[in-house]
């Protein structure tokens, strides 16, 4: 192998390494039995983004609106606090928040059905903190997905 090849499996990362050397992959939700696409498959990170972007708006204009009547520095923390309550009641009863029904997304288990109050509660926790939301697995589901055993599918 010459310098560039070295160079350029470097750049493009591992998965492009291990495609080259003929791994399959596969695509992404086949693990879990799940539709290459259509309804039934997994979200896209744009939908899921977009519709995090629209539930967090709506919490802030909740929190600007009704409880800090202005903007000060509580209104970002109102806001979390109104988006773990909006994902708990709205994922544990109809499976999706209003961003991801906009999107055409909802949130069910792993193995087929609804996710159990437990679930919902670690889920939405998990969404409030941010970071586990951002660390996504090869199926494209982020960790808060996989503690809670849940996946964002199409529908």
Known sequence: MDNRQALGSWLSGPRAAAEDAGVDFGYRGEQLGLPEAGPGSIARPGRRLGALAVDWA?????????????????????ALLILFVLSVLTVGTVG?????????????????????LFRVLIRSLLVCLAIPAL??????????????AAVQVRI
Do not use: E
Request: net charge positive; glycine share 18%.
């Open 58 to 78: 709506l919490c802030m204009l909740i929190a600007y609106g009704l409880i800090t009547h202005g903007y000060n520095q509580a209104t970002g923390n109102w």
């Open 96 to 116: 999706s928040t209003p961003g991801k029904r906009l999107f055409g997304l909802r949130v069910v288990s792993a193995n087929g059905g609804r996710l159990g």
């Open 135 to 148: 660390i996504w697995d090869r199926d494209g589901r982020g960790l808060h997905d996989r503690l809670s």
